[in-house]
């Protein structure tokens, strides 16, 4: 067997990796705090945020009022932007030095690429892209993965290293309220960083803070049968205040961007309505709305898997529906619906 | 310490690229009796971005000339896939099997296949899909840079390398963008699915690849590795429990009629959720 870094007795706490990108907290980020919170209350252990970045003290705020008893900052000009290694030798530093008993990241981008790198710096295991987290009768934490498009669900543990690491999709656990009045302990640590530490250099960086399918309320999603058709489901998105999520077809035929993919490879998403047109509905996919309230599905298909996973059902091609659905809707609406 | 002992500019680029054949996974069905996924219907493929990762190093050795490797682990069948990477265009093939390697997980992946780049040497660039389609975890490709300790590159769609100045460009994909990155060589980048289009084999390649070309194959004793740390003695994970995924309970109600009359239907049913907030 691989050695663990520091055995079971020795661990404690329940850890939560924050990303930042520019100052600015990662949804998945404050899901997970909740989430730890609930577990750390389970089994009595006291939750860790784990703060690193440049200029981001204001987040420890947050993250006390989200369930963290205490936030770690590490703040470092190298840490400006995320590159691999100065965060891995940072968080690596840190868990050698308090030996937590878990480790929970968001499988974002950034978050998926930390966790591989330091699940082996640490020799311990790591769960990827859980849609669930328990702790089983032992205490330890029991991380829930699809397999196959959600065919399967298996559980996973690591039940003698440490710490036990998972990363979590965002939008599978719901944003907590903040508790403006609790309290938690906030620490700075020193960072020792030189350049050499940071072998990769961000040459530039172009992100928007645009529309985000894992948090809207409502989900207009399109898939082959719109035919590329994006407006007129952006004209039904915009009037119900929805937002405009995809198929992977859909996708990959270049109809629309890769930020909108509903689905295994793409975003889990929880709206409280999602209307689905012209999606099959293979496994892939419906694992990325079977959190939703409601389902509404239109396909041409009748045997289409879609309906299955549906609570309102209409056989018939999307470019039917679609323009009668936005007058109605506007029908609706303007007869005094609010 | 990282075995890129390294190509100098003159000898161009030498790219391993790791690659994996997975269950087509639209074929895999689970058994409701036994609880567990029967792959013996399912025929295999070459793992998507893993195609996309040997279409880049094939670019890149296009360039600036070179030499693309490719480095698998799995059973004896693989070599029939590793035949077909080499058809389209790779220079050379190794092959870990061993029944020591199986039932590892993604610690003990890395730990093997940077055994494997290691016997091989002499490397510049690793390449990889961003994650398998069957395990879909995305850890094996950092695992693999932190034991070989060099940099990584995850999520990449474009990638250029500067080999007079040792260093590679790269365009990773993030939520709402993007960035471009620098990193000095050696490193190891994973490539999203879809970042490029693979080529098809090439017909002259065909006889060579199938028949004449060495696949080397390694079995654990071959590369001196220790069995602890292979497989599932090396895996700090266990499959505690496998169920079939509950779904989700849904009316399933049809709404029928023209167009107009099903859409007046569907705004009496979702009221609730489309009024102005």
């Known amino acids: 067997m691989t050695a663990p870094l520091y055995p079971p007795d020795q661990a404690s706490g329940l850890w939560v990796y924050l990303e930042q990108q520019d100052g600015v907290l990662e949804p998945v980020s404050v899901e997970l705090l909740g989430k730890a919170r609930q577990l750390a209350d389970q089994s ?24 963290a008893d205490e936030v770690l900052v590490a703040e470092h000009r190298l840490l400006r932007q995320y590159t691999t290694a100065p965060y891995a030798k940072v968080v690596a530093a840190l868990i050698e030095e308090r030996k937590p008993n878990m480790l ?5 981008a950034n978050g998926r690429d930390l966790a591989g790198r330091l699940a082996v710096r640490l020799r311990t295991g790591l769960t990827a892209d859980c849609t669930d987290l328990a702790l089983n009768e032992d ?6 993965v699809t397999g196959f498009g959600n065919g399967i669900l298996a559980g996973i543990l690591c039940p003698q290293h440490r710490p036990q690491m998972a990363t979590v999709r965002p939008g599978v656990f719901a944003r907590s309220q903040p508790g403006e009045w609790r309290s938690g302990r906030i620490k700075r640590v020193p960072v020792t960083l030189a350049e050499a530490d940071a072998p990769v250099r961000v040459l530039r960086q172009v992100t928007s803070r645009g529309g985000d399918i894992t948090a809207a309320e409502r989900l207009v999603i399109g898939g082959r049968g719109v035919h590329g058709d994006f407006d007129t489901l952006r004209e039904l998105a915009a009037l119900i205040e929805a937002e405009v999520g995809a198929s992977r077809v859909a996708v990959d035929e270049g109809w629309i961007d890769r930020e909108a993919m509903v689905g295994q490879t793409g975003y889990v998403t929880r709206p409280k309505l999602a209307i689905v047109c012209g999606v099959s509905g293979a496994m892939q996919f419906t694992v990325g709305i079977q959190d939703a309230e409601t389902v509404v599905a239109i396909n041409s298909d009748p045997e289409a898997p879609i309906f299955d996973a549906a609570d309102y059902c209409i056989v018939d091609d999307v470019s039917e529906v679609l323009p009668p659905l936005i007058e109605a809707i506007r029908r609706e609406r303007g007869n005094g619906g609010g | 310490m990282s075995g890129g002992t390294g190509a100098d500019s003159m000898r161009g680029l030498h790219t391993i690229v790791c690659m994996k054949a997975v269950p087509k996974s639209e074929e895999v069905t689970v058994n409701e009796e036994t609880r567990t996924l029967d792959r013996s219907k399912a025929r295999s493929e070459i793992n998507g971005p893993d195609l996309n990762a040997l279409e880049a190093a094939l670019q890149l050795k ?19 896939y590793l035949r077909l990477g080499l058809a389209m265009g790779a220079d050379d093939a190794y092959l870990m099997s061993d029944r020591a390697f199986g039932g590892a997980d993604t610690l003990a992946t890395s730990c093997a296949l940077a055994a494997g780049i290691r016997a091989i040497g002499g490397f510049d660039l690793i390449l990889c899909g961003e994650e398998s389609s069957d395990g879909a975890t995305a850890q094996v490709p950092p695992g693999i840079a932190e034991w ?7 999520y990449a769609t474009h990638i250029q390398s500067l080999p007079r100045k040792r260093l590679v460009h790269a365009r990773r994909e993030l939520r709402g963008g993007y960035e471009v990155v620098e990193a000095p060589l050696p490193c190891v980048a994973s490539i999203k699915l879809g970042a490029n289009e693979p080529r098809f084999f090439d017909f ?6 199938m028949e004449e070309a060495p696949v080397v194959v390694w079995t654990a004793a071959s590369l001196e590795l220790d069995e602890q740390s292979l497989g599932q003695p090396g895996s700090p994970t266990i499959v505690a429990s496998v169920d079939i995924a509950p779904s989700a309970e849904r009316r399933r109600e049809f ?3 023209t167009p107009e009359e099903e859409a007046e239907q569907l705004v009496q049913m ?5 009024r102005p907030s």
């Open chain 2, 204 to 209: 002259d390649r065909w006889d060579w690849a």
């Open chain 1, 139 to 144: 205490g330890l934490l029991v991380g829930m």
């Open chain 2, 148 to 154: 070989l300790d060099v940099p990584q590159i995850t």
């Open chain 2, 62 to 80: 296009e360039a600036h000339g070179g030499r693309v490797s490719l480095l698998s682990m799995g059973p004896p069948l693989f070599e029939r």
């Open chain 2, 270 to 274: 979702i009221r609730a959720w489309i």
């Open chain 1, 44 to 67: 009595g252990q006291a939750v860790t945020a784990v703060l690193a970045g440049y200029e981001i003290g204001h987040l420890s705020a947050p993250a006390v009022a989200h369930g």
């Open chain 2, 255 to 257: 709404i029928g009629g």
């Open chain 1, 104 to 108: 929970l990241l968001g499988a974002t």
